[in-house]
């Protein structure tokens, strides 16, 4: 839709995943889907790509156009989630083989190719896994980092500290080095770390107005909150687990409902007890070069009405 921002959700479904998709698609007056790009993370890149297409088909979209990416990290192994996601990595409804196509061009040169054919600075990349489909398209092709707008991502934390280690989130510990690049990139970047994340919680009530909708994407999303929910817990005791990804989209729709400061973000690359911590200057005392927008705050329960009001139109 004319005026909608242009964007490409670089993604390794994973429930949270899932609902920044529904997200997206269910605001087309606000967002342009030019692709969806599968990379390794959550679960094997094979698994995500099918599942980025089996969410289009939740939500009625079997026009958008899907593509695998990078099968593993940049410099090393492969780190996945199955105990958070599942095996399937979309664990909660009854899953199937879907009707939207995986198209046959592989995601780097999709992002390549768009970023070179779109008005420069006009596209927005969307990372919600590990950053190596992102950091790839850079080294191949460094003539498209002018050329993003901005880059608009899930990942990282600081006062929250980490999730898959005592210091690292999981979306930079898979894939350090892809992460590096992109912080040391000169891009404009939004950084939507745990510490925001984990003030957005799954609460039942919140979850149960999303059921009571009712419709084929509703009913799915709601049986994947359940359960994604689950590990989170377990773990931190609370009500309701963390809803990471799809705020990246919301942000997009609705900035208002978020608040944080510009900072320095380094990655560690070195440290094995410290990989992939984000190292955020929140209190600006190293007076290195700001390179990211960090975001803290967030007015969950205006998120939550954004989210279920938008899954409704699918
Ligand atoms: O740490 C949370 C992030 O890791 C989310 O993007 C989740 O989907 C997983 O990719
Ligand atoms: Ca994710």
Not at 6 to 34: C, F, H, N, R, Y
Not at 124 to 131: I, K, V, W
Request: net charge negative.
């Amino acid at each position: 839709m004319a005026g909608a921002r242009k964007i490409i959700i670089d993604t390794d479904p994973g429930q949270d995943d899932a609902a920044a998709i529904m997200l997206a698609l269910g605001s087309p007056e606000e967002i342009d889907v030019l692709g969806i790009t599968a990379v390794a993370g959550n679960v094997p890149v094979a698994l995500t790509a099918k599942n980025a297409r089996i969410v289009c088909d939740f939500a009625n979209r079997q026009d958008v156009r899907v593509f695998a990416g990078c099968d593993r990290p940049m410099k090393r192994p492969l780190v996945t989630a199955e105990h958070v996601h599942g095996a399937t990595g979309l664990d909660g409804p009854a899953l199937f083989e879907p009707e939207t196509p995986l198209q046959p061009e592989h995601a780097i040169d999709f992002i390549i190719e768009t970023l070179r054919s779109e008005e420069p600075g006009s596209v927005t990349l969307c990372p919600l896994g590990a950053l190596t489909n992102i950091a790839t398209a850079l080294t191949r092709a460094p003539d498209i980092a002018p050329r993003i707008r901005e880059i608009v991502m899930m990942g990282g934390a600081y006062f929250e500290v980490g999730n898959i280690t005592p210091a690292a989130e999981f979306n930079i510990y898979v894939d350090p080095e892809a992460a590096e690049i992109v912080f040391k990139s000169g891009i404009p970047i939004v950084m939507i770390p745990l510490d925001l994340t984990h003030k957005v919680l799954t609460l039942k009530a919140r979850v149960d107005r999303i059921r009571a909708l009712g419709t084929r994407a509703a009913t799915a999303l709601a049986e994947m909150l359940d359960f994604f929910e689950r590990f989170d817990i377990a773990k931190y005791g609370s009500d309701g687990g963390p809803l990471h990804d799809p705020n990246v989209i919301a942000y997009l729709i609705r900035p208002e409902l978020y608040g944080g400061r510009m900072c320095n973000v380094e990655i560690e690359t070195g440290s094995e007890l410290t990989l992939g911590m984000t190292v955020v200057d929140w209190w600006q005392v190293t007076g290195r070069k700001h390179n990211a927008l960090v975001l803290r705050d967030v007015d969950a329960d205006g998120f939550f009405a954004l989210l279920t009001g938008r899954v409704a139109r699918l």
